[in-house]
């Protein structure tokens, strides 16, 4: 089976959340039907800390599907996923974690509390890093910058 990466939809997904003032992240969730959930940080619109590219997207696809599971789907996000993303991502069952640019600072994943090595941690996907992580990072970089 080929392997068709969807950091491309995830990118895309960032670059309009950068648009709208948000730190450019964006999220993708696939499943044996292709994408069912994209979305971007939204956290300043919404006035909602938890509305993080993955939490959204993750809503998104469970309300699509009518269930609180996404076992057998994939998800691709910009960033390496903050703590509370990777434990809601172990709680959503996905199967595969695609990610672009690591997160020194605020990531829960290959670093800081490393939720899907955690012993209370009851399912840890399979994680892929460093996937289309030069614009990823370039895009939060550019962002950043910006601010200052
Ligand atoms: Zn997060």
Redesign the pocket.
Known sequence: MDFRSYMDVALEEARAAGGRGEVPVGAVIVGPAGVIAQAGNRTRELHDPTA?A??LAIRAACAALGQERLTGYDLYVTLE??P??AAAISNARIARLYYGAADPKSGGVAQGPRIFQHAQCHHAPEVYDGIAAQPSEALLKDFFAAKR
């Open positions: 993080h993955e939490i996923p903050c509370m993303c």
